[in-house]
């Protein structure tokens, strides 16, 4: 069973529409990561969680917003949708016993038309 | 700003070439370094990781890496690259704000 899951995998949907995509682990982690992986940009941070009454802005937080609903749940969401936010986009947890190491997820692949 | 390096964007090996691919941070200080590999169509797995101790670090797959401080590195090794190693392979680093920086990922293709 997958620790960390991503729903939905694979989404397609036009410019200006509201997206969310949800993250769910069973790992127990307090911390949980949104990434997104562009070709030659590698992994930028958007949103991370260290527990749920905290949220913090990444490195490309504009255009996005989270909700920490419980500890092992952690949404993203597009409120108005745009072309260059095609992307993959990955959850990762993490906590003090793994050592800071991040488990991902299978990710969401978005395209906006 | 913090940031990562890998300078190798794109590898192209035959099997049983040996690998190094390069990466260097720009921090001072205390850092945790690792290696994240991607397969093809498939999520982010740790290869290996440093936070202290023997610089030399040894990770699944017979990959390793070695820490030298002061070339502020962490290059990834493999003596001998199979066809199934063809992935992409990022490093990344945090220090004290436990935020992962990732490079920008080396695309690796082993041809048999």
């Known amino acids: 069973d997958a620790d960390v899951t991503q729903t939905p995998r694979n989404r397609i949907t036009k410019t200006g529409k509201r997206i969310m995509l949800e993250c769910s682990q069973t790992k127990g982690h307090d911390r949980m990561y949104w990434y997104r992986q562009d070709p030659g940009l590698g992994l930028r941070l958007i949103y991370y969680?260290?527990?749920?009454?905290?949220?913090n802005k990444g490195e490309i937080s504009d255009g996005y917003s989270v909700s920490r609903q419980a500890q092992a749940k952690f949404s993203l969401s597009l409120e108005s949708a745009i072309p260059n936010q095609t992307a993959l986009y990955f959850c990762?947890?993490?906590?003090?016993?793994?050592?800071?190491?991040?488990?991902f997820g299978p990710g969401t692949r978005l395209t906006v038309l | 700003a913090q940031s990562v390096s890998q300078h190798n964007h794109h590898v192209i090996l035959s099997e049983a070439a040996s690998l190094e691919l390069g990466c260097n941070y720009s921090?001072?200080?205390?850092?945790?370094l690792f290696w994240y590999v991607q397969y093809p169509g498939q999520h982010l797995q740790l290869l290996l990781k440093?936070?202290?101790?023997?610089?030399l670090v040894k990770g699944i797959k017979g990959f390793e890496a070695e820490f030298i401080k002061s070339k502020f590195s962490f290059n990834l090794r493999k003596p001998s690259v199979q066809w199934s190693d063809t992935a992409e392979y990022f490093c990344a680093v945090n220090q004290w704000t436990d935020k992962l920086i990732f490079g920008t990922g080396t695309r690796l293709q082993v041809f048999p």
């Open positions: 969680s260290f527990d749920v009454k905290d949220i």
């Open positions: 440093y936070f202290s101790g023997d610089p």
């Open positions: 990762a947890t993490s906590d003090a016993t793994s050592g800071r190491v991040e488990f």
């Open positions: 921090y001072g200080g205390t850092v945790n």
